[in-house]
């Protein structure tokens, strides 16, 4: 895929998806906003302009390998994936109903361009590292980017596969931590704090870089520092806010797992305009 | 007493090594064939296969759920991976990963427990898994395997290499009695026949299938003409096997080394139910854990001996004659 890296461009591709996000959550009339919005920045420089990959080719053997392990915000995941090509965009409004491509959480079977069906949280970090050794043992150049979220890495698994990468020297697979600082229940402060989140990780033998989630530019350089980083995995924790882009969703854990009402919907789409 | 079956029923290896020894044999035919063990791969008999192709070979520690999902995600790109441990702990540990990065996205992933049931002997029960078949069989979409003997398990893991899709094998920890000649032929879901019999059909699965020839030896003596059938396969179940036992001897005996409110006998009794009539009786773990002891100690103890299965075999043909 022709690669896009002017960040202005980025930027307003970001806009687009985010406007798309609240359409869609707001027809299916439920769904996860919130880390959708906090994850954008982060799925539009991936998609548009790191990952090695061809929409018109999707199982090409030597493609870079994608996983929300959050999967609960694959809406912004359907968002990019119709943006570079994978699906339909004109089907986007049909997420989680009945014979959709658009599952409630992503979903193989229905869409196979995905990499992975992920919902069930904790557990994409392996399955991205059963994919960068697969791609090490075929002397492949692909290379996995998985993407976690904050209250996710409350899961132990999260941390078994955190061990392994580093133990492994898995240094084909970047993890970024989305760091909006919300889970469901509440703050992850109040529910199970993580914090210090980049020293644990470095301890757990990872490159970690601790960054604005949300500065284009920024997420650029990291994942080109990720890329150059030899002998040992690199994490990603990227500082966002959820609920980014539409004032009385941000920082606002309701909008977690709530979907819009339409006239929540009208007001976030004119705040995105 | 003379052995009125063909079968010698001499000393073999654990069906653990069988598949360690298989491994070693698959690593060499097929270079996306690929290893995983948590920390017990000396136990499992992966070692073998670890030391022989180190590059193939993945350390995941004591983490299961992390090795069963990594496996997945090699199975993904296209690697056919073998996730190994205890079964207590890759069927119970890595349950969830199973189900999700597994079974509903349907990758080629194989699972194999060792140490199942109780005839691991002294670990005692945190050890033997007693469930991992019902767990297995709960997993939609995958085929779950259970050989008896060195032949079946080695035959088995070729077969399963060869299948696509996520498949389970159950292996033991104790020495098996060598059931099966060389070249005896094994495919995935066809029980297999190895006596024949009118009265009374002795079906069994893993270590009890030796058993059942030893049982089907004692009824015979008795004028008990009882028909023995190894169910390797517990998922997908051979159905016309089950519906011309039921049919042709009435009464059905089930014995395996698991929970018998959830493994092989209740799933064969779904089958007698929706095909034909048949009186049936239940060998295996009734509503319990086990305990510490030696393995011959402990079958004795909770009764999978011959002298058992051939008492519920005497008590199905009773019942059928009312």
Aim: glycine share 8%; net charge negative.
């Amino acid at each position: 895929m022709k690669k896009k890296s002017n960040p202005a461009e980025l930027a307003a591709i970001a806009k687009q998806m985010r406007r798309e996000v609240i359409e869609m959550i707001t027809e299916a009339k439920s769904g996860h906003p919130g880390g959708s919005l906090s994850a954008t920045e982060i799925l539009v420089t991936l998609f548009m302009d790191v990952l090695r990959h061809d929409p018109a080719n999707p199982k090409w053997k030597d493609r870079d390998r994608f996983i929300l392990s959050k999967g609960h915000c694959c809406p912004i995941l359907y968002a990019v994936m119709a943006e570079c090509g994978y699906c339909p965009k004109d089907q986007l409004n049909t997420l989680r109903k009945l014979g959709s491509i658009y599952q409630g959480h992503p979903d193989v079977r229905f869409l196979p361009a995905l990499e992975a069906s992920t919902g069930s949280l904790g557990e994409g970090l392996s399955l991205g590292l059963g994919m960068a050794l697969a791609a090490k043992l075929d002397k492949s150049p692909a290379r996995a980017y998985v993407v976690l979220g904050d209250g996710e890495i409350q899961e132990g698994q999260v941390w078994e596969s955190a061990m392994f990468g580093a133990m492994h020297h898995v240094d084909n697979i970047v993890a970024i931590v989305d760091h909006n600082k919300i889970q469901l229940d509440g703050f992850v402060a109040d529910i199970m704090a993580v914090e210090p989140l980049a020293e644990k990780w470095r301890s757990f033998g990872w490159h970690v870089m601790d960054i604005d989630g949300h500065d284009i530019p920024t997420l650029q350089k990291a994942f080109a520092e990720a890329a150059e980083t030899k002998g040992k995995p690199t994490c990603i924790i990227a500082e966002t806010i959820k609920g980014k882009g539409v004032s009385f969703m941000e920082n606002n854990p309701k909008f977690h797992g709530m979907a819009p009402t339409k006239d929540e919907c009208a007001l976030a789409l004119k705040e995105l305009a | 007493m003379p052995a009125k079956t063909k079968y010698e029923l001499k000393p073999g290896p654990a069906t653990r090594e069988s598949f360690g020894k298989a491994l070693v044999e698959l690593g060499t035919a097929n270079p996306a064939v690929v290893v995983l063990d948590a920390d017990l791969s000396k136990s499992t008999y992966t070692a073998e296969f670890g030391k022989q192709f180190p590059e193939r070979f993945f350390e995941c520690g004591i983490a299961e759920a992390n090795m069963v999902a990594i496996g997945a995600g090699l199975a993904a790109s296209g690697k056919i991976p073998f996730v190994s441990s205890f079964s207590a702990f890759v069927m119970n540990k890595g349950f969830e990963q199973l189900r999700v990065t597994a079974a509903f996205p349907n990758v080629n992933l194989k699972a194999v427990g060792t140490h199942s049931g109780i005839s691991i002997g002294e670990d005692g029960p945190s050890q033997m898994s007693i469930e991992d078949l019902s767990l297995a069989c709960s997993l939609a979409g995958f085929v779950v395997l259970s050989p008896a003997d060195d032949v079946a398990m080695t035959k088995l893991v070729h077969a399963a290499a060869k299948y696509f899709g996520p498949l389970f094998i159950r292996a033991g920890r104790a020495k098996c009695p060598v059931i099966y000649g060389a070249d005896q032929k094994f495919e995935i879901g066809k029980a297999i026949e190895l006596v024949e019999g009118t009265d009374v059909t002795l079906i069994a699965t893993g270590l009890l299938v030796a058993e059942a020839i030893r049982a089907a030896d004692i009824l015979e003596a008795e004028g008990i003409s009882a028909r023995v059938i190894d169910f390797h396969t517990i998922k997908p179940l051979d159905r016309d096997a089950i519906a011309k036992a039921a049919k042709e001897t009435g009464a059905i005996v089930v014995a395996e080394e698991h929970l018998v409110d959830s493994g092989l006998g209740v799933r064969i009794a779904q089958v007698v139910a929706e095909t034909h009539p048949a009186i049936m009786e239940f060998i295996g773990i009734h509503n319990t854990y086990a305990e510490s002891g030696s393995p011959d100690e402990l079958l004795d103890k909770y009764g999978f001996r011959a002298s058992n299965v051939a008492a519920a075999a005497r008590r199905a043909v009773a019942r059928k004659k009312k």
